[in-house]
């Protein structure tokens, strides 16, 4: 072992042995890769393989895998490279009936993807009536790509606050106040069923805490409605581009609201609902 002069007090200092020099590079490497083997796995911008395609879009593959295939899938049609990825498209159609509502939610995205293809219309159609209201959702969203209005009874309650309601019975405990926002999987509240753990209560939807129906710390029933869940900018913006489409007048009075400052609501909204609105009006005067 190498010593050096300590320059404060010119005193003589072992320098580190060799394995403690490996031992903090070693570590040093890991600070490095460990983030990088996370962000690898997680990034979904890391262009697969047709093996590694083949291997995410089986059925039994881990959900965010699947997502990641398909968003590929959907990368490459909106760049007109159809031919690249038909081959997937039968397993695409499989995953519609995905047991996982994350999957089948990007499936119906990506099957908006291709609206020259008559099967993905079909099964854009059974997927709205899938129990998962973003599934339906986007369903809807990617009908409108095939001229196909089927959906917009689903559209229209995207614009609309959405009341829900207690899965089981018991004393209710809000973690959120009214005006917080929500994403899916968002604690709200706990509920409080009698011994042992209370069971959490979770948002199937994005958007914002609009109105609680019952106080804090009050029973409810189950199917009881507890509180009213205003949508996200995001979808209320999808959703007045699809109207846009395949609006009729009927609808204007549900878009209206966002002409104006709408709660959480930005500039470019509030644009969108007027050109809507507008859309609507000119198809109707022909």
């Given at each position: ?163 829900l309601t207690s899965p089981k019975s018991g004393t209710i405990i809000f973690r959120l106040k009214e005006d917080d926002s929500v994403s899916p999987g968002t604690l709200i509240a706990r509920i409080r069923t009698g011994g042992g753990e209370p069971d959490e ?86």
């Amino acid at each position: 072992m190498t010593t050096t002069a300590d320059p404060l007090s010119n005193t003589p200092v072992k320098a580190p042995g060799k394995r403690v020099t490996l031992v903090i590079y070693g570590v040093a490497f890991l600070m490095v890769l460990v983030p990088f083997l996370f962000w690898k796995g997680t990034w979904f911008g890391r262009e697969l393989s047709d093996q590694e395609m083949a291997n995410c879009l089986a059925p039994s593959a881990k959900p965010r895998s699947i997502q990641h295939a398909l968003l590929q899938i959907s990368e490459k049609l909106s760049q007109g490279r159809k031919e690249e990825v038909k081959k997937w498209y039968p397993l695409m159609l499989a995953l519609t009936n995905h047991p996982m509502p994350e999957v089948r939610v990007t499936a119906a995205w990506s099957l908006g993807q291709d609206n020259q293809e008559a099967p993905f219309r079909d099964f854009l159609r059974l997927l709205l009536k899938d129990p998962n209201t973003l599934v339906r959702r986007n369903a809807a969203l990617s009908l409108v790509r095939f001229g196909d209005d089927s959906g917009k009874a689903e559209l229209v309650s995207i614009l609309r606050p959405v009341p829900l309601t207690s899965p089981k019975s018991g004393t209710i405990i809000f973690r959120l106040k009214e005006d917080d926002s929500v994403s899916p999987g968002t604690l709200i509240a706990r509920i409080r069923t009698g011994g042992g753990e209370p069971d959490e209560f979770r948002s199937p939807l994005p958007g914002f805490l609009e109105k609680k129906l019952v106080d804090d710390g009050k029973d409810v029933g189950v199917g009881e409605e507890i509180l009213l869940l205003s949508p996200s900018e995001e979808q209320v913006w999808e959703a007045l581009r699809a109207l846009y489409l395949v609006g009729q007048p009927e609808e204007i009075r549900d878009i209206e609201p966002f002409t104006g400052k709408a709660p959480h609501m930005g500039d470019r909204t509030r644009q969108q609902a007027r050109l809507t609105i507008e859309a609507i009006k000119r198809r109707n005067s022909n």
